[in-house]
């Protein structure tokens, strides 16, 4: 096919190709009707005008905590009137007004002016409207950690759970979405006495949930017979192996293209090897890396260049965008993202931290060189 032939052909693999983008909602939640359950029951006393349990919903990535939360809200929607449910994603809202004009657009249909409008002035209009309405309301802040990030921001968490102070008939809860297990310890340490949250913790799927939800996924995005169930099998060994579905769902989408554009009708497991080589391996890490500031980058990529680097010799390298204090905040960071492990070694009479990578060097690398290009 020449150029031309191939921009014009409408011949496609993809039945709908939304359905393999990270915010399409599926159809049908499989394997979390235990966890569904219970977050029903928590949050139940809102949809009678009560104050909602504050709930901490836990779990590794890629367990589907965002999918079940909105499929929740959404019949929310449906059955009450009573309880307004607002789902905050913090990686991207994460300071106090942010969220706040989160609650006004789920409230209003649309955020308040950026300036000029007072963060309390806000909070009140959407308190008293509660109030007016005889309306709870249940907050999802979603990857929460992020909300500790910024200076004051997880004030909004106070914020939310004590309206009932100058409010006294609005009532409210919050659940908290988390994956990193030992964040758990700070939010019990720095919401102490105000968020004491009963816990659903959402397990890893296991590789034959995994098989299920890809092979749902594949049927509702691919023109039937374009890959058969012994290739998803395949898929979701390597999506097992990394513990999150979105590697086995970027690497549907990634071999239909590969596939596509060998003009094939059919996925073949080369497609899905040279998708995995090229794409999905990196998923995971590239979701994380995505939200670091340049200095972790910076940081991350020198430990990649140079593993087993002790922490003086690593602080030379990047004192030029990092301070003593925002340098060990950093290393603290990318730490609890998973991304690095330190070890103490002895040198001389001293002691000294050496840093590694857990990801392959080389993977690092080259998702760091390409976040920069963009
Ligand atoms: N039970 C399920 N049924 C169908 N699709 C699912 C299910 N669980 C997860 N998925 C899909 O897997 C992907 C990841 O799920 P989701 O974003 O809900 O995970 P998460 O636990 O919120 O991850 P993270 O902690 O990284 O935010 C999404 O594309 C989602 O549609
Ligand atoms: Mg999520």
Same mark, same amino acid.
């Given at each position: *096919?020449?150029?031309k032939? *191939?921009?014009?052909? /409408?011949?496609?693999?993809?039945? /709908?190709?939304?359905v #393999?983008?990270p915010?399409?909602?599926?159809?049908?939640?499989?394997?979390?009707?235990?966890e569904?359950?219970?977050?029903? %029951?928590?949050?139940k006393?809102?949809?009678?005008?009560?104050?909602?349990?504050?709930?901490?919903?836990?779990?590794p990535?890629?367990?589907?905590?965002?999918?079940?939360?909105?499929f929740?809200?959404d019949?929310?929607?449906?059955?009450?009137?009573?309880?307004?449910?607002?789902?905050v994603?913090? !990686?991207?809202?994460?300071t106090?007004? +942010?969220?706040?004009?989160e609650?006004h657009?789920?409230?209003?249909?649309?955020?308040?002016?950026?300036?000029?409008?007072?963060?309390?002035?806000?909070?009140?209009?959407?308190?008293?409207?509660?109030?007016?309405?005889?309306?709870?309301?249940?907050?999802a802040?979603? &990857?929460?950690?992020?909300?500790?990030?910024?200076?004051?921001a997880?004030d909004?968490?106070?914020?939310?759970?004590r309206?009932?102070?100058? #409010?006294?008939?609005?009532?409210t809860?919050?659940v908290?979405?988390?994956?990193?297990?030992? #964040? =758990?310890e700070v939010? %019990?340490?720095?919401?102490?006495?105000? #968020?004491?949250?009963?816990e659903?913790?959402?397990?890893p799927?296991? *590789?034959?949930e995994?098989?299920?939800?890809?092979? *749902?996924?594949a049927?509702?995005?691919?023109f039937p017979?374009?890959?058969? /169930?012994?290739?998803?099998e395949?898929?979701?060994? $390597?999506?097992?192996?990394h513990?999150?579905?979105?590697?086995?769902i970027?690497?549907?989408?990634?071999?239909?293209?590969i596939?596509?554009? !060998? %003009?094939?009708r059919?996925i073949?497991?080369?497609?899905?090897e %040279?998708?995995y080589e090229?794409?999905a391996?990196f998923?995971?890490?590239?979701?994380?890396?995505?939200?670091?500031?340049?200095?972790?980058?910076k940081l991350?990529?020198?430990?990649?260049?140079?593993?087993?680097? =002790?922490?003086?010799k690593? $602080? &030379?390298k990047?004192?030029?965008?990092?301070?003593?204090?925002t340098?060990?905040?950093?290393?603290?960071?990318?730490?609890?993202?998973?991304?690095?492990?330190s070890?103490?070694?002895?040198?001389?009479r001293?002691r +000294? =931290?050496?840093? $590694?990578?857990? +990801?392959p060097?080389?993977?690092?690398?080259?998702?760091?060189?390409?976040?920069? !290009? =963009?």
């Amino acid at each position: *096919m020449d150029i031309k032939d *191939m921009l014009m052909s /409408d011949e496609t693999l993809f039945r /709908d190709e939304e359905v #393999f983008d990270p915010n399409y909602l599926p159809e049908e939640l499989l394997f979390r009707d235990k966890e569904l359950q219970s977050l029903v %029951a928590l949050i139940k006393p809102g949809l009678r005008g009560g104050k909602p349990h504050n709930t901490l919903v836990i779990g590794p990535p890629g367990t589907g905590k965002t999918t079940t939360i909105h499929f929740l809200f959404d019949e929310v929607e449906k059955a009450s009137d009573k309880m307004v449910t607002v789902h905050v994603n913090c !990686k991207l809202l994460n300071t106090k007004f +942010s969220v706040v004009s989160e609650i006004h657009k789920r409230i209003y249909g649309f955020r308040p002016p950026d300036t000029g409008v007072p963060y309390t002035s806000i909070y009140d209009k959407i308190m008293t409207n509660l109030g007016r309405k005889g309306q709870s309301l249940l907050v999802a802040l979603d &990857d929460v950690d992020f909300l500790f990030e910024e200076k004051y921001a997880n004030d909004i968490m106070y914020d939310i759970l004590r309206a009932y102070e100058h #409010f006294p008939n609005v009532r409210t809860g919050i659940v908290a979405i988390l994956s990193k297990e030992d #964040f =758990r310890e700070v939010l %019990a340490t720095k919401l102490y006495s105000i #968020f004491m949250p009963q816990e659903v913790i959402f397990p890893p799927y296991s *590789m034959s949930e995994t098989y299920e939800i890809l092979r *749902m996924r594949a049927h509702a995005g691919f023109f039937p017979g374009v890959i058969s /169930d012994e290739l998803v099998e395949h898929i979701a060994e $390597y999506t097992t192996r990394h513990g999150d579905l979105r590697v086995g769902i970027s690497l549907l989408s990634s071999s239909g293209l590969i596939a596509e554009s !060998k %003009a094939k009708r059919k996925i073949e497991l080369e497609d899905i090897e %040279a998708a995995y080589e090229k794409k999905a391996r990196f998923v995971t890490l590239e979701e994380k890396l995505s939200v670091l500031s340049e200095g972790e980058l910076k940081l991350l990529k020198e430990i990649a260049l140079d593993g087993g680097i =002790r922490s003086g010799k690593l $602080y &030379d390298k990047v004192g030029n965008c990092l301070n003593k204090k925002t340098f060990s905040q950093a290393l603290n960071k990318l730490e609890t993202y998973g991304l690095i492990d330190s070890k103490f070694i002895t040198v001389g009479r001293g002691r +000294s =931290r050496s840093f $590694y990578t857990r +990801s392959p060097e080389e993977d690092v690398l080259l998702v760091i060189d390409d976040i920069a !290009k =963009r």
